[in-house]
Structure formats: structure tokens, C-alpha cells
């Protein structure tokens, strides 16, 4: 497809699981960002890539949470040991480089 | 970051120019300034950005202060499918810091737009 891809839409976890959320970027773009959207609130950045290389893993919220770009394409954001407070949309975006970020619809995560 | 002031909400009518207004006082001299919209249970949607000079694109224009500490997303006609929360969004891509090329989201202004 031509924009970005994320998958799930929707995933429900009982607390305690471990989940993954995929990020299929634009093709060709360097550069990928994950942020975190509670219900009613602007999105939080969450983690930056370029390429492959995570620049900028400032905003993940604890050490549950871990995301990687092995091949500076796809990204995967992995929560560990989810609790009620990661429940939330995941938006990940990719940037060809003119200033303009494209987002995905992005992953509900609910957790139970 | 530099932060960016918005309305919580603003209201207008179907067919009329809608002006959302943004204060950043704080501003940089490389701080772009950045609008971002987000419609209901969607990703954000670029929308518009300039430096200092005004700008327009098909879908808004913006407005930039003399002296950058505040601008104005100007769409010129509104329609139903303009109703999103508007995000006034500085970006710094001036700086050696590749992280600091990251979009910092306030909480926007929710615009209404009446049939």
C-alpha cells in the first residue's frame, strides 16, 4: 500500500501478556517514530529511528517497553508484562526527509 | 521543546473561513512551525508548515507573525469533514539532534463544524 501500515487495529490483552505491534513504514523512508495516545490526549512520543539505528528512546515509559528496526524497515514495539495504564493507541509514523510525517491509523491495545 | 498554546475548542459553520490560532512565544529561530489534524479514530494528518514566510497548500493556508510568536491556520471554506483536533506543533530541525526532529503533540484545539 502506499501509506503506512500498522497492525493490529485492535488487540486485547489480559495483564501480565506480552504484546507486539508492527509498523510497516512508507518504503524508502528513513526515518520512523512510535508514539502513544491515551483516550482524550495528544499523542506522546514514544521512540525514533534512522534506519536501523534508534536515535532517541526518551519517551518509553519503563524498561517493559522495547522497539527495533533490525533492518531499517519494518519496526516493532514489544510491551512486556502489560498493565492497565499501557492501554492506549500506538501510532507509529515515517518521514521521507521534507518535514512532513506520516502517521497509520495505529494499535489499539487494551488491556484487561 | 518549545511549547504552542491553542484553544481547547472552536466552533464554526459549514462553507465559512475558519481561523485557528496558535501562540509559541518561545520560538526558535529553527523551529518550523508545523499543523497536524486528526479526525476521529485516525492517525494525524499533516496538514500544513512554514518558517517565516505565509504558506498555502490545497488544503489551508497559514499565516506566520512578523515576529513568529504566533500563526493562524486559515481554512477558507470549512466543511463536515474538517471537524478534527488541530495540532500547532514547533519542530526544530535545525540542531545536530536527530532526536530533537520529533513532533511534541500539545492537546490541539477540537473544532466543530455546524451543518
Known amino acids: 500500500g502506499a501509506g503506512v501500515s500498522q497492525s493490529p487495529r485492535y488487540k486485547v490483552a489480559k495483564r501480565g501478556q506480552d504484546v507486539a505491534l508492527r509498523c510497516d513504514p512508507i518504503s524508502g523512508h528513513v526515518s520512523l517514530f512510535w508514539y502513544q495516545q491515551a483516550l482524550g490526549q495528544g499523542p506522546e512520543f514514544l521512540t525514533y529511528f534512522q534506519n536501523e539505528a534508534q536515535l532517541d528512546k526518551s519517551g518509553l515509559p519503563s524498561d517493559r517497553f522495547f522497539a527495533e528496526r533490525p533492518e531499517g524497515s519494518v519496526s516493532t514495539l514489544k510491551i512486556q508484562r502489560t498493565q492497565q495504564e499501557d492501554s492506549a493507541v500506538y501510532l507509529c509514523a515515517s518521514d521521507a526527509g521534507t518535514g512532513e510525517l506520516f502517521f497509520g491509523e495505529g494499535s489499539r491495545l487494551t488491556v484487561l | ?115
Not at chain 2, 12 to 20: A, F, K, R, T
Not at chain 2, 48 to 77: C, P, Q, Y
Request: include cysteine; charged fraction near 20%.
Open chain 2, 1 to 115: 521543546d518549545a511549547k504552542t498554546t491553542q484553544p481547547n475548542s472552536m466552533e464554526s459553520n459549514e462553507e465559512e473561513p475558519v481561523h485557528l490560532p496558535c501562540n509559541h512565544s518561545t520560538i526558535s529561530g529553527t523551529d518550523y512551525i508545523h499543523w497536524y489534524r486528526q479526525l476521529p479514530s485516525q492517525g494525524p494528518e499533516y496538514v500544513i508548515h512554514g518558517l517565516t514566510s505565509n504558506v498555502n497548500n490545497r488544503m489551508a493556508s497559514l499565516a506566520i507573525a512578523e515576529d513568529r510568536k504566533s500563526s493562524t491556520l486559515i481554512l477558507h471554506r470549512a466543511t463536515l469533514r474538517d471537524a478534527a483536533v488541530y495540532y500547532c506543533i514547533l519542530r526544530d530541525v535545525g540542531g545536530g539532534d536527530q532526536g530533537a526532529q520529533k513532533l511534541v503533540f500539545g492537546q490541539g484545539t477540537r473544532l466543530t463544524i455546524n451543518p
